[in-house]
């Protein structure tokens, strides 16, 4: 068996021989080698202790845990290297604005100005003169102000409290049952929270949206430092597949997770050669190759491409991993690129979704998922679902386009306006950034003709190409903001919004003779940076709350001492019963007010929408009509289809909804705002912020057990309350988007209905018979929408206070009922240290 432990003299982490422990695990044996190689191979031997001439030292240690092989141990012992490392970093970050201050070594200490600066031990320059014995260091105490940016070391030093308050526990060893239940509860929830702090889930999405050939894909490679990771547009080549970009935090290979379709759902999409569409024999001629979109699926299939393909297909999942970008977009691009050059090679028709994962952009990617999302142009119903499904999960958004377009092109704002219910009430978006790109390439003689730019720094040669630029970017933000301010769609203006003016071609080229900061993708960077240091701030929140709760609940143990205390407890257990029957009486009266306005707002919209949806559904079927192909690939499409070179898709069911939008959105809106910070006064999470069972003004004296299980219970609150947080947001997605699937369902027997019409008129045939199925269903259709959408509402709001009142009611119950006469450990200074880090925390 081998020790992982810590030794206490220098904090250096080790893995030993479990044979060399003391009894108790406080003590290790040492051997006196000066060779590395020899403590190794000791310690994977488990050589008795005080093997050898020279006899072996007894050093303090701090014991970790114990493993039945060296890698296990080894794995352990890098594990929390890494995390002393991560706070050295953190803190080596904010040296150069914090004094070195001598302090102790853990812990806190006054500043001259009297405030509170936490200061903890970096180890640098170790040696080891002797394995394991004396380590020289340097110990530089350096201090974290209060208001600078050390979330990672304030994460670190919680983990590392924890850490030892496990280790104490567990060398615990009692005979008496409750004190074992209650310490292996205990030990339960540290590894709980330990298991919470390492989910790397929580992620921001970006989508980046524009039109093909802006630059999104090279502003992707910019922005990650990355030349040639996506592939952007040479030689009339484009993105043709959803890209999702993210971090491998795993190890250093470039990867890609690329989900195919089904055999079966391509052939279906190729079958009747009759009614492909144009984008239909597209695709059939970029896999197959030249004249393919002539040939019927039998023809297709005597090809031996055929057999090729399906073998491909086959597979339903490709993983393509290299170390080398080079390698590794040599062997992606061919499945999410589409060009007109070597039809015959390309499997982007065939592709579901692509992840990519690149190794060493922590920093910028942590917590980000980023969408490169093809230019407008391809469709199939697949990827029609994903691309609405992506753009709910976007909780921000890029529109990319070229600076020399950036006002006179209509296509971002159509986007947009398109997209608005799936980024606000139907998802979570809350900042639209719109990103000028191409900054450097600029016709000077043709700009200053023009912009007519006048002033004095219009001179010549390389200042005055400088000048036009910063000129042109200048004019550009001015006009782009403007256009924000004035658009008239109100929704546009509830997110945050900002324009960047950038060059990806510059960030990578010097010739371009621009300076980074002129490129702005070291601003987009930093954006990320902040995203991603804001999500740790919440995790490293979160941690410390959750192992403040730990904290409180075993100082509440040792203070069950008293005789009397049982009948006090009683009485205090009973009050928050009641507290918690009584906050959610009021929870559920606020929800039920909400349910009854909302209510009432889709009644309007359903008798608007029974009314009016023949009329406001006619123009759009007609919109469609000149080509009889799209209009049946819309009704094959279920309602939905997006013409090639078409701005937006056409949405049958998002027009039939149209009515019933305009009256819920904004009364929807302010209750499930975008921005759960935004207080609207009628939020769900405002009411959910509200709710405590914690009597206000209820004051314990610090050292007594009701002072610890009351801020137990806060830690509680705010723990089911931040679950709800995340859980909410996914929950009101799902309600929205109840309106249109409701519609959706209803229609598409008519849909299939329309599609299958045929021969002379067909085109007049489908459009009557969907007219005559919205007359026929319209009385039931909405007011179906209606009812499940009230229905889930009303679930999203019953499981809110019933995850109140089950989570709340176990905390109570854990904080009375346990009946520990004897004290398990004390854990006061520990509590002091994570105070002081919440205060910290709260303020960086
Ligand atoms: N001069 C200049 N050219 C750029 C810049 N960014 C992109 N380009 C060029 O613009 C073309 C299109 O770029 P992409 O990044 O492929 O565009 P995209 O928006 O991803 O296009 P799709 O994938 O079709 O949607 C390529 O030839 C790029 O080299 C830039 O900042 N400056
Ligand atoms: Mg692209």
Redesign the pocket.
Known sequence: MYAVVTLEESEEVMVTASNWLSEDKKQCYWPPYKSSEKFIEAVQKGLAPQTGEKSWEKLAVLFHEEYGTYEEAKEKQKELNEQTEQAATAVNQVTETCPLFPGPSLGFSQNASGSKVFSIAVLAGTTLEIQGTKRKRESRDLNISAKSNSEMAILNMAKKKMNEVNVRLQNISSTDRTTNELKNTILDAIAKINEMEKDKRRKETIGVF?K????????LNAVLGLEGLLP???LGA??AVITQVEANLEDSEYKAEIELISKEEWEREIASKDERTDTDNERIIAVYGADADKKSLEELKKDAKYAEIDHFLSAGKKIISHTEVFDFLHDVKRNIEQSEYNPGGWYWPLVKSVTIKIPDRQELLEHIVLF?V??TGDCNKIRNDLWKSKVRECSSVWI?NGINRAISSIEPWSIMEHCMQDLGPGGQCKTINFIC?????INIKEYQRSARPSGDQFTSGKNLKTACIHHRNKTAKDSVKNKFETMKSKDFRRFTADVFT?????YFDADLQMDQNETEIPKLQDLLKNTNKSIRRELTRDYVNQAKGVLFFIQSIKLDTNEGMAKLKATVCKDYYESLEKALKELNSQFNSHYKIIEQCFSKGVEKSVEQCVSTTKPVIASVKPSDKTLQALCKNKGYYWPKNKDAPVDLNKCLAKHIYENIDEEFNLIFPVDSKIKTGKSVQEQIDKFSIIQNGTVYAPSSMLYHIQNFMKTEETKVKTFLKSDVVQRKINIYSLIQTTIQDQMTAGYKKAAEKRGLGAMGKRETTIIETIELLKDSMFKDAKIQFLKEFKSVTNYIGKTLKTELSKSVERSFSQSSKASLMDVSTEIETLETLSEHIAEI
């Open positions: 524009g093909t050939g802006e630059g999104k894909s090279s502003l952007s547009g040479s484009c993105t490169d093809p230019g990319v790109t191409r900054t450097d390439d950038v060059s990806s071609k510059a």
